[in-house]
Nanobody, 126 residues
Framework: QVQLVESGGGLVQAGDSLTLSCTASGSQLDFYTIGWFRQAPGKEREGVSCINRSNGITYYTDSVKGRFTISKNSAKNTVYLQMSSLKPEDTAVYYC???????????????????WGQGTLVTVSS
């Protein structure tokens, strides 16, 4: 079973950019649908972006469209989330998650992804 480790979080200012990494071990990420999720204090976990296993189609929640980009480097067994024009409301713990099924747009729904990383904190100051 794949294990996931997120990295790249930190403290940035509004308008800055940051790239998160989700590195897998134990299996190839190509076999999995991968999603990025975030959870802000006092809020529910929400899907940010995901990429489907079979066709590489990507999905984004409306609030990050045009600002965030999900990508995959199969050679490094890593999925990235490039974040730009960051806003204070992007502050959250960011998690990557994986599932062995093609999920379509449901890959943005946390309940459908089985394997989770430990998260990395992103703080955006105003």
């Amino acid at each position: 079973q794949v294990q996931l480790v997120e990295s790249g979080g930190g403290l940035v200012q509004a308008g800055d950019s940051l790239t998160l990494s989700c590195t897998a071990s134990g299996s190839q990420l190509d076999f999995y649908t991968i999603g990025w999720f975030r959870q802000a204090p006092g809020k529910e976990r929400e899907g940010v972006s995901c990429i489907n296993r079979s066709n590489g189609i990507t999905y984004y929640t409306d609030s990050v469209k045009g600002r965030f980009t999900i990508s995959k480097n199969s050679a490094k067994n890593t999925v990235y989330l490039q974040m730009s024009s960051l806003k204070p409301e992007d502050t959250a713990v960011y998690y990557c998650a994986a599932d062995s099924f093609d999920l379509g747009s449901s890959c943005l729904e946390a309940k459908y992804l089985e394997i989770w990383g430990q998260g990395t904190l992103v703080t955006v100051s105003s």
